[in-house]
Nanobody, 125 residues
Framework: VQLQASGGGLVQAGESLRLSCSGS????????IGWFRKAPGKEREWVSY????????DYADSVVAQFTISEDVAENTDYLQMNSLKPEDTAIYYC???????????????????WGQGTQVTVSS
């Protein structure tokens, strides 16, 4: 069982990136999927959550209307589309998968059983 986050990189402020989260040994649409990020010197924070087959989408206040979470069931891949990036979005981004039975809000790390290794996003001003 493995999650793989990818798609990070170095971009300028205002540009976009799309992160991918692919699952090996996991059927991602059977899990709640969360994205978290850890900026230098800060605690890891929750960014977005998508429920399993229930249409739920949730975003941190800091990224609402800027980021969009989505899923391609056929590709077994989840995405985080990040637009209008700002230097404060610089962080390592992690995807995580949670058994729907353990989800309360989708905003807490302890709700997730499987984690990807993270992908670096750097936004220059």
């Amino acid at each position: 069982v493995q999650l793989q986050a990818s798609g990070g990189g170095l971009v300028q402020a205002g540009e976009s990136l799309r992160l991918s989260c692919s699952g090996s040994g996991l059927t991602l649409d059977a899990f709640g999927i969360g994205w978290f990020r850890k900026a230098p010197g800060k605690e890891r924070e929750w960014v977005s959550y998508m429920g399993s087959r229930d249409g739920v989408r949730d975003y941190a206040d800091s990224v609402v209307a800027q980021f969009t979470i989505s899923e391609d069931v056929a590709e077994n891949t989840d995405y985080l589309q990040m637009n209008s990036l700002k230097p404060e979005d610089t962080a390592i981004y992690y995807c995580a998968a949670a058994n729907p039975c353990t989800i309360v809000s989708g905003r807490e790390e302890h709700e997730y059983q499987h984690w990807g290794q993270g992908t670096q996003v750097t936004v220059s001003s």
